[in-house]
């Protein structure tokens, strides 16, 4: 991997790390109202929340190959 490369790969990670802590932070704060949500807003947020997972999961597997 270039060093380029790596340098973009790790501010990406660094990007999506700040928007997986929002994610948890808004599910947190979402949980006493969760009950207002309806099922698909409930559905919407928990697949965002997999999709970043995913993600880092994705990138994690990346780096530990390099």
């Known amino acids: 991997m270039s060093n380029m490369s790596a340098k973009l790969l790790f ?3 660094d ?6 802590e929002q994610a948890y932070l ?5 949980k006493p109202h969760k009950q ?4 698909s807003q409930r559905a919407q ?4 929340i997999y999709f970043c997972n995913s993600i880092a999961n994705i990138l994690q ?3 530990a190959r390099e």
């Open 61 to 63: 597997e990346i780096l």
């Open 11 to 13: 501010l990406y990670c």
């Open 45 to 48: 947020l928990r697949n965002c």
């Open 26 to 30: 808004l599910a947190e704060l979402l």
């Open 36 to 39: 207002e949500l309806s099922a």
């Open 15 to 20: 990007e999506l790390r700040e928007h997986l």
